[in-house]
């Protein structure tokens, strides 16, 4: 068995609490909102109306296109809310993945093994990714399958580009969490920042939503990328929002490596 | 030689981890790397093993540079850390496992081990004790039949009797030709099993000397209680670098052969006798006063 098999079976058992929390968490809030979905079906576009326009801009960044369909208000009810859930769960992940082992002490039985260090990264990032999937998958099949269930007819497709956003998302903010992860050496530390971009970054978002002045700033925050209402307009994903998360992604995931590769382990 | 080290250096910031650390462990010894806490003992096997950099100087293990050949390195050697922290979630057994994923293990061997040292490996590690914590680092080290063990206070938590199977089990792998980096705080767990020792203190090498001339040469202390008084002069015999007391009761200095100052007391009648070993403090005392004898 390699060593990346090794690590990743190691942590894929571990970590597998991970999939029953935020996947009942998020197929739960898909549920809800699809089952109460009909009752507001009749009313959307004055509801819609009634939405102060500065809510709308800071969630949505202006207005929900098509609102009046199911679409549009999963894109406002739900879609705007799960990838911030999505990038929580990145976080915590995240976080964990170098600091816990350097936090705990366990990092010096692993690297007196012979395995890179890059090995153990790439393990447990793949585990990562993999749960990452499963909560999507969770999520998908309790907000469809709600809608199934109170007989509402949907896009399947959009809603596949809507749940890839919120995955590529979260695997941008997965492996920012990682590199904090490596820098802040302590769990606490690194849990507490890496749930701070999350969130700091989504009021950034909201800001520049409000403010023209700092529309600027919102591209900063990885949320403003292939966000609901983008998908929505579009009728899918993005490819230049596709990429900036890619990018944010391969970026973070390489100067975590490189710099756990030079890491002193601390006695 | 196995381990080779040229003026190494490490500093933390301006904090001194070690200085001009010059070590040479043949294949086949068992080498004790002796020093007080905080002398430097474990930022040399940490060096060693590549879990950080040098400041400057050099180190090599089977002849491969510690840093640059790491992984190789670590294919031979069985390591147990200072401080022995598992993953507490995990049995015994699934640690191992675990570990035995990086480089296989014998399964035999760590039955065999478990046994002797008397462990239950179904036993969460959140529920075991210090001792059985220690247990499983040392099967860890132990199972995947390294060439060299670098082992760092490997007897902490460990209740005597089984302190004596592991030194057993030391020298059971030094008759099949291994290698023993063994790093202590405690003399008399060096003088058990090693050929050679170093002592280190303050970060600096302070001598490396043969086991058998460390122990010709170590003070022992003698505490004597007479059932009458006796002149202190009674006692000052061949190998007594001390007499302190008066009357009764005695404390007496004794260097290498304590035969003649046993003689001595028992021209008396004695009420009580106890010798008690030198610490790690007596022994650099001595280390000092001879460099400020030589000149140095």
Redesign the interface.
């Known amino acids: 068995m390699s060593d990346l098999a090794n690590v990743f079976r190691r942590h894929f058992r571990r970590d597998r609490n991970a999939l029953f929390i935020w996947g009942g968490l998020c197929g739960g809030f898909g549920l809800l909102i699809a089952v109460i979905y009909p009752s507001f079906a009749e009313s959307l576009e004055g509801m819609l109306a009634n939405y102060p326009e500065a809510f709308l801009r800071a969630f949505m960044g202006g207005t929900v296109p098509s609102f009046g369909t199911v679409e549009g208000f999963m894109a406002l009810e739900y879609f705007s809310w799960i990838p911030v859930m999505y990038a929580a769960y990145a976080a915590l992940a995240g976080a964990g993945m170098v600091a816990e082992e350097t936090d705990r002490g366990t990092v010096e039985f692993l690297l007196a093994q012979p395995v890179r260090r890059s090995t153990v990264i790439a393990g447990k990032f793949l585990v990562f990714l993999v749960y990452l999937a499963g909560i999507v998958v969770v999520s998908a099949l309790g907000l469809s399958g709600g809608l199934y269930a109170a007989g509402v007819d949907h896009s399947l497709r959009l809603f596949g580009h809507q749940f890839v956003s919120g995955y590529l998302v979260a695997m941008a903010y997965g492996a920012i969490s990682l590199l904090i992860s490596v820098l802040a050496g302590e769990l606490r530390r690194a849990t507490s920042v890496s749930l701070g971009v999350v969130f700091g970054t989504w009021f950034l978002l909201m800001a520049a939503n409000l403010s023209e002045r700092m529309e600027l700033l919102g591209y900063l925050s990885p949320l403003c990328y292939a966000g609901a209402t983008a998908v929505l307009e579009r009728g899918s994903l993005p490819p230049g929002d596709v990429a900036v998360l890619l990018a944010i992604t391969a970026v973070a995931f390489v100067a975590a490596l490189v710099l756990f590769e030079r890491k002193e382990l601390a006695a | 030689m196995l381990i080779l080290t040229e003026k190494l250096t490490k500093y933390y910031g301006r904090s001194r981890g070690i200085v001009d650390v010059d070590l040479q462990v043949r294949e086949g010894e068992v080498f004790g790397f002796l020093g007080p806490n905080g002398a430097g003992k474990?930022?040399t096997i940490?060096l060693l093993?590549s879990?950080?950099?040098a400041t400057s100087g050099r180190a090599t293990v089977f002849g491969l540079d510690a840093g640059r050949d790491t992984?190789?390195i670590?294919?031979r050697?069985g390591?147990i850390?200072g401080?022995v922290?598992?993953?507490?979630?995990m049995t015994g057994a699934a640690f191992l496992d675990?570990?035995a994923?990086?480089?296989p293990a014998r399964k035999d061997r760590r039955r065999e081990l478990a046994e002797r040292l008397g462990i239950n490996l179904s036993v969460r590690l959140k529920q075991a004790s210090r001792g059985m914590k220690q247990k499983v680092?040392i099967i860890?080290a132990f199972t995947h039949d390294p060439d060299l063990f670098i082992l760092d206070e490997p007897t902490s938590g460990l209740d005597p009797l089984v302190q004596n199977d592991f030194y057993g089990l030391l020298k059971e792998e030094q008759r099949r030709g291994k290698t023993v980096f063994l790093s202590s705080h405690i003399l008399s767990e060096v003088e058990k099993v090693c050929d050679r020792v170093a002592i280190i203190r303050d970060g600096r090498i302070e001598v490396v000397e043969d086991i058998h001339s460390l122990k010709a040469r170590r003070v022992k202390v003698m505490d004597v209680t007479f059932i009458s008084e006796l002149s202190p002069a009674a006692l000052q015999v061949s190998g007594v670098t001390a007499v302190e007391g008066s009357g009764r009761h005695y404390r007496v200095s004794v260097k290498g052969d304590v035969n003649p100052v046993l003689q001595a007391v028992a021209r008396h009648p004695v009420e009580n006798l106890t010798f008690t070993d030198a610490s790690l403090e007596d022994i650099f005392l001595e280390f000092y006063a001879r460099d400020r004898q030589g000149g140095r």
């Open positions: 474990t930022t940490r093993l879990f950080i950099r992984l190789t670590k294919e050697v390591y850390p401080d922290r598992l993953y507490e979630e675990y570990m994923g990086f480089r680092a860890q």
